[in-house]
């Protein structure tokens, strides 16, 4: 990996635990260190965040949440105390108008003719009352950055349309998992009687759990296999002594412990919202169907490797499975396709590089 020979510091709303193996890489690769600051998240949000990180320095502050829903703001308060402190060559922010401290960073580092990238999702369309007041906030936030970083293709050419420079954009795709340091599983070219299906992640309403237990009990003869727990399981549990009792609910499990579920699967599905497990299910070589989103899914899930299927549709969700239970050899060529996905092209590896070729480029 190339490096970036200054001091980094890194803004953010607040520090989700699955972000951590990606700051410390980042960090590593940083000849002056890196510091981050975050606040927390509001109580109803549901985000797990972590306290530290093992090579980043990391500051907690205090998130002012203001409003709610399309109105929300929010203030960071000591983030200029922190910046003062730190002195960074460099500050990458979150590319969020939401933030009401931005503006002050920005002016702080540029006083110092030092870069700030914005790093964010993209623009997507706006809608709504205040739609055309939140565009014009959002074009006023972007045009202070110096360069922009996006999670995806999608994101690259939302800012682009709004008028950013191609040149300053820079597209680190969305990873939450290094490249697979182990090989290929080896699967045989016809399911081992009733094909596996697994789903692994927060069993929540927007995960659309109780849309797979009814496209099982549609299409019959496959053993579905979900790992994790939430606020949901109760209510998914009994659906599933309605709808479908082969159901297996095996409750969470992290790290090392979901390994022979992955390797034991034929098909991974995630037919909501969210999911951070995509990534580690491709790397043990599974192919996998997943709803549209946000634009990360399409760099992830192509027809090489998976269905997107448009979110809330039942029979779509139906259609796809079917589609990949029919052809086993298919099915285990678009597996290994997933792997060399995440493999090559989406890790975290990959992802750090991007961040230091865009600090490179402006400093």
Partial sequence: MNRFSGKLAVQQRVLPTYRVPFFDLLASACDGGMSLFTGLPRPNEGIATA????????????????????????????????LEEQNPDALIVDANPRCLSTSAVIRWMHARHRPVIGW??????????????????????????????????????????????????????????PAPSHPLPSRPLTFDRRPVILFVGRLQARKRVDFLLRACAAIQNVRLVIVGDGPERAALEALAKDVYPQAEFVGARHGAELKPFFEAADLFVLPGTGGLAVQEAMSYGLPVIVAQGDGTQDDLVRPANGWQIPPDDFEALVASIKDALSDPARLRRMGAESYRIVREEINLERMAEMFVAALNALT
Wanted: glycine content about 8%; proline content about 4%; aromatic content about 14%.
């Fill in 120 to 177: 964010g999702l993209g623009a997507p369309p706006l809608s709504g009352p205040l739609a055309r007041f939140r565009q014009l906030r959002r074009l006023s936030s972007l045009r202070r950055f110096d360069a922009l970083i996006t999670y995806s293709r999608r994101g690259a050419e939302e800012y682009a349309a709004l008028g950013f420079p191609r040149d300053k954009i820079f597209v680190a795709y969305n990873a939450v998992s």
């Fill in 51 to 82: 306290s530290q990180l093992q090579i980043a320095q990391y500051r907690l502050g205090q998130n002012i949440h203001i409003f709610d829903g399309a109105l929300y703001l929010f203030y960071q308060s000591g983030v200029l105390d922190w």
